[in-house]
C-alpha cells in the first residue's frame, strides 16, 4: 500500500492520478479530511483501496498494514493562517510522527516543503541543505515548513532514527487541475481563467519596484502534473535522501500566464494594471525561480512542460471541459 496524505488535495490528487495512470498502481490509502464541499470530486476518477479521516491514520497504521511508501502532502497549506497553534499542530507535529513512523517501520517518507520558505529570496532559490537556517520565511506558513525541513536535517546530522529513503519537496507556484477547492489560494492561471469569462479583461498588479514593469513581476510557475511526476520518479526509482525542489528553473512573468490563459480560450487578450494594496507593499516577491541542477544530479531528466503548454493543456482539457477534474 502507498499511503498519501492530502491526497483529495491538488498535489495530492494529482500524484494519485499519476500512479494510476502512467504507473498502473491502484494500491492507495488516500487520507485527507475535507474542508470544501466539492473537494470530494477531486477523487472521483482515481483509483484507490481505501480513504480515511486524517483522525483515522493512526489507527489503521496500528494495525499492521503493509505500507510501501508514505507521501505526506497533508498539511494547512493557506498562506494567510494565523494561528500559529494550529500550523504547529498539522505542519509539525502531524509531520514527525509520520516520519517517526516511517523510520520506525524502514518505510520511504515523502513530503511537501514548501518555496514559501525561501521568503523574499534574498538567499536566492538553491536547495542547499548546508544554508537552510540563513533562510526567512515571510508568513507563518512558510516558517512550520522550514521548521519541519530543519528538524529533518537535525534527525540526520545527530544520527536519530530516519527513513531509509526520505524526500522534501520545495513547490514553487503550482498550478493545473484539482485545484478548484483552493479558493482565494488557487493558482492565478486559474483566477485569470475565471475572471476573464465572467468579466472580459484580467486585472494583474501594476509594479511598483524600479526595473519591471506592470504585469512583469516574474514567477517560477510549475504544472502540477510535472510536480507529481517528481514525486512519482522518486517513490519508484529511489534515490538520494534531502530536499529538493520542485520548479521549472525558468522565472516566467504573470503577464505571460494571463495571456496565455486567454490565448488557449481562443480570445484576444485583455489586461487591466490595478494597484497593489498597501499591506502588500514590501512584503510582494518581484522574483522566484527554482534552481533545478541537484533534481537533475539526483537523476530527474524528464523535461517540463513549458509555460505555454502547461496552461494550455490546462484550460483546453480541463478547465473548458464539462468535467475539469483530472
Request: hydrophobic share 40%.
Given at each position: 500500500?502507498?499511503?498519501?496524505?492530502?491526497?483529495?488535495?491538488?498535489?495530492?490528487?494529482?500524484?494519485?492520478?499519476?500512479?494510476?495512470?502512467?504507473?498502473?498502481?491502484?494500491?492507495l490509502?488516500?487520507?485527507?479530511?475535507?474542508?470544501?464541499?466539492?473537494?470530494?470530486?477531486?477523487?472521483?476518477?482515481?483509483?484507490?483501496?481505501?480513504?480515511?479521516?486524517?483522525?483515522?491514520?493512526?489507527g489503521?497504521?496500528?494495525?499492521?498494514?503493509?505500507?510501501?511508501?508514505?507521501?505526506?502532502?497533508?498539511?494547512?497549506?493557506a498562506?494567510?493562517?494565523?494561528?500559529?497553534?494550529?500550523?504547529?499542530?498539522?505542519?509539525?507535529?502531524?509531520?514527525?510522527?509520520?516520519?517517526?513512523?516511517?523510520?520506525?517501520?524502514g518505510?520511504?517518507?515523502?513530503?511537501?516543503?514548501?518555496?514559501?520558505?525561501?521568503?523574499?529570496g534574498?538567499?536566492?532559490?538553491?536547495?542547499?541543505?548546508?544554508?537552510?537556517?540563513?533562510?526567512?520565511?515571510?508568513?507563518?506558513?512558510?516558517?512550520?515548513?522550514?521548521?519541519?525541513?530543519?528538524?529533518?536535517?537535525?534527525?540526520?546530522?545527530?544520527?536519530?532514527?530516519?527513513?531509509?529513503?526520505?524526500?522534501?519537496?520545495?513547490?514553487?507556484?503550482?498550478?493545473?487541475?484539482?485545484?478548484?477547492?483552493?479558493?482565494?489560494?488557487?493558482?492565478?492561471?486559474?483566477?485569470?481563467?475565471?475572471?476573464?469569462?465572467?468579466?472580459?479583461?484580467?486585472?494583474?498588479?501594476?509594479?511598483?519596484?524600479?526595473?519591471?514593469?506592470?504585469?512583469?513581476?516574474?514567477?517560477?510557475?510549475?504544472?502540477?502534473?510535472?510536480?507529481?511526476?517528481?514525486?512519482?520518479h522518486?517513490?519508484?526509482?529511489?534515490?538520494?535522501?534531502?530536499?529538493?525542489?520542485?520548479?521549472?528553473?525558468?522565472?516566467?512573468?504573470?503577464?505571460?500566464?494571463?495571456?496565455?490563459?486567454?490565448?488557449?480560450?481562443?480570445?484576444?487578450?485583455?489586461?487591466?494594471?490595478?494597484?497593489?494594496?498597501?499591506?502588500l507593499?514590501?512584503?510582494?516577491?518581484?522574483?522566484?525561480?527554482?534552481?533545478?541542477?541537484?533534481?537533475?544530479?539526483?537523476?530527474?531528466?524528464?523535461?517540463?512542460?513549458?509555460?505555454e503548454?502547461?496552461?494550455?493543456?490546462?484550460?483546453?482539457?480541463?478547465?473548458?471541459q464539462?468535467?475539469?477534474?483530472?
Amino acid at each position: 500500500m502507498i499511503v498519501i496524505t492530502g491526497g483529495a488535495g491538488m498535489i495530492g490528487s494529482m500524484i494519485a492520478w499519476h500512479l494510476n495512470t502512467q504507473a498502473g498502481r491502484d494500491d492507495l490509502v488516500i487520507v485527507d479530511r475535507l474542508h470544501h464541499p466539492e473537494q470530494w470530486q477531486n477523487l472521483v476518477h482515481r483509483k484507490y483501496a481505501q480513504y480515511l479521516d486524517k483522525d483515522e491514520l493512526a489507527g489503521w497504521l496500528e494495525q499492521g498494514h503493509k505500507v510501501e511508501a508514505v507521501i505526506h502532502m497533508g498539511a494547512i497549506s493557506a498562506t494567510t493562517e494565523r494561528d500559529f497553534n494550529k500550523l504547529v499542530q498539522d505542519n509539525i507535529h502531524f509531520s514527525q510522527a509520520l516520519w517517526q513512523y516511517c523510520a520506525d517501520k524502514g518505510i520511504p517518507f515523502l513530503y511537501a516543503s514548501s518555496a514559501a520558505t525561501y521568503g523574499g529570496g534574498e538567499k536566492g532559490y538553491v536547495d542547499d541543505e548546508s544554508s537552510i537556517d540563513s533562510l526567512r520565511p515571510l508568513n507563518g506558513y512558510g516558517y512550520s515548513k522550514q521548521f519541519f525541513d530543519q528538524w529533518a536535517l537535525r534527525q540526520v546530522r545527530t544520527q536519530q532514527a530516519v527513513p531509509p529513503q526520505w524526500q522534501g519537496f520545495k513547490f514553487f507556484n503550482v498550478y493545473g487541475p484539482n485545484e478548484y477547492h483552493k479558493e482565494r489560494m488557487a493558482s492565478v492561471a486559474f483566477h485569470t481563467f475565471n475572471q476573464f469569462r465572467e468579466h472580459g479583461t484580467v486585472k494583474l498588479f501594476k509594479s511598483h519596484v524600479e526595473g519591471y514593469a506592470d504585469g512583469m513581476q516574474l514567477r517560477d510557475f510549475v504544472y502540477v502534473k510535472d510536480a507529481a511526476a517528481v514525486v512519482a520518479h522518486f517513490l519508484l526509482q529511489g534515490g538520494a535522501s534531502g530536499i529538493y525542489n520542485i520548479g521549472t528553473g525558468k522565472a516566467r512573468a504573470f503577464r505571460d500566464l494571463a495571456t496565455n490563459v486567454m490565448t488557449s480560450m481562443g480570445k484576444t487578450p485583455s489586461i487591466t494594471y490595478i494597484d497593489m494594496p498597501q499591506d502588500l507593499h514590501g512584503k510582494y516577491q518581484y522574483f522566484t525561480e527554482a534552481s533545478m541542477q541537484k533534481l537533475q544530479a539526483a537523476g530527474y531528466t524528464s523535461a517540463f512542460h513549458t509555460l505555454e503548454e502547461g496552461v494550455r493543456d490546462y484550460v483546453q482539457n480541463y478547465l473548458l471541459q464539462a468535467d475539469p477534474y483530472a
